[in-house]
Structure formats: C-alpha cells, structure tokens
C-alpha cells in the first residue's frame, strides 16, 4: 500500500465539459502569441518560433531573436499567475492550482536568470496586455529606433 498514489491528490475536472475544454487548449500559437508575432511582423521584424533559446535549457521562447538574444515569452494570466487577473479562488482543485502556479513561477524566473546569465534578454508580456505596448518593448530592446505605434501612423 506503500507506493499506491494518493486517488484524492490527482487533479480532477469538474465536469465532462471542462474536461473538453481543458484538454483543447493549445500549448503554443494562442490568439495573445499571434496578435503579437502580426504587430512584430507588421513592423518589418523577422523572427523564430517556438525555439530554444539556449540548447541545453529545455524550455521554449514563444518568440526568438537569436541573433539579438532576446527572448520573448507571452505568458497565460491564469498559467503564470497574472497579479491582476490570476489571483481568484478555484473552487476545483483548489488545493492544487496554487502549487502548480507558484512552481510555473518558480519556473518563469529560473528561465529568465539562466537566459541572463547567458547574456540573453527575456521579455515576458501578459497575455491581456496591449499588443503595440509589448511590441515597443521588443523593439527597444533590439536597439531599433523605428518605434512605431498605431497612433504614431495615424498621423
């Protein structure tokens, strides 16, 4: 009986439904991903997708600029514990999803100091930000000056 696991601390839906829905969420290219990838493009910006960044860590940048070494990283509100929106209470699995977030946190920071100390930038934007925002970022972050905005065009 020793080396029976623990029925009650498997993570379980709460309904055939959410099942369904849980288990078709996409990994990579989510709406937040592409809108951002269009507004990089849009801006003359060539890229990698779904990469590596370092070899040997095996964890993946949505978003890479190998020769810049900037990494860039949309993170989920509800996956990564966004402060404004991944903080409510769930009412299934509650005993699990706090340690699941924190350890995806751990997770974020680990991968962030292993790219710095490798000379990389990381940029993580949340998945509700304003795309032009994120965007701005990167670009300043590759050293361009070309920062444009949708406003800035209008004019």
Same mark, same amino acid.
């Given at each position: #009986?020793?080396?029976? *696991? $623990? &029925?009650? +601390?498997?993570?379980?839906? !709460? !309904?055939?439904?959410?099942?369904? &829905? #849980?288990?078709?969420?996409? &990994?990579?290219?989510?709406?937040?991903?592409?809108?951002? +990838?269009?507004?990089?493009?849009?801006?003359?910006?060539?890229? @990698?997708?779904?990469?590596? *960044? /370092?070899?040997?860590?095996?964890?993946?940048?949505?978003?890479? @600029? *190998?020769?810049?070494?900037?990494?860039? @990283?949309?993170?989920? =509100?509800?996956?990564?514990? =966004?402060?404004?929106?991944?903080?409510?209470?769930?009412?299934?699995?509650?005993?699990?999803? *706090?340690?699941?977030?924190?350890?995806?946190?751990?997770?974020?920071?680990?991968?962030?100091?292993? /790219?710095?100390?490798?000379?990389?930038? !990381?940029?993580?934007?949340? $998945?509700?930000?304003?795309?032009? +925002?994120?965007?701005?970022?990167?670009?300043? !972050?590759?050293? &361009?000056?070309?920062?444009?905005?949708?406003?800035?065009?209008?004019?």
């Amino acid at each position: #009986m020793k080396n029976m *696991p $623990e &029925r009650w +601390r498997t993570p379980f839906a !709460s !309904s055939a439904a959410t099942h369904q &829905r #849980m288990s078709q969420l996409s &990994r990579r290219d989510t709406a937040p991903e592409l809108a951002l +990838r269009r507004e990089l493009h849009r801006r003359g910006l060539r890229y @990698f997708v779904h990469r590596r *960044p /370092l070899h040997d860590l095996r964890r993946e940048a949505d978003i890479v @600029f *190998p020769k810049a070494r900037v990494a860039i @990283f949309v993170d989920g =509100c509800f996956w990564h514990g =966004c402060p404004d929106h991944g903080r409510r209470e769930r009412q299934t699995n509650g005993w699990y999803w *706090p340690e699941k977030i924190q350890r995806n946190r751990e997770r974020d920071r680990d991968t962030d100091s292993k /790219l710095q100390a490798a000379g990389w930038t !990381s940029i993580r934007g949340w $998945e509700h930000e304003a795309v032009a +925002r994120v965007a701005i970022d990167i670009v300043v !972050s590759l050293g &361009r000056n070309e920062v444009t905005t949708h406003a800035a065009q209008k004019q």
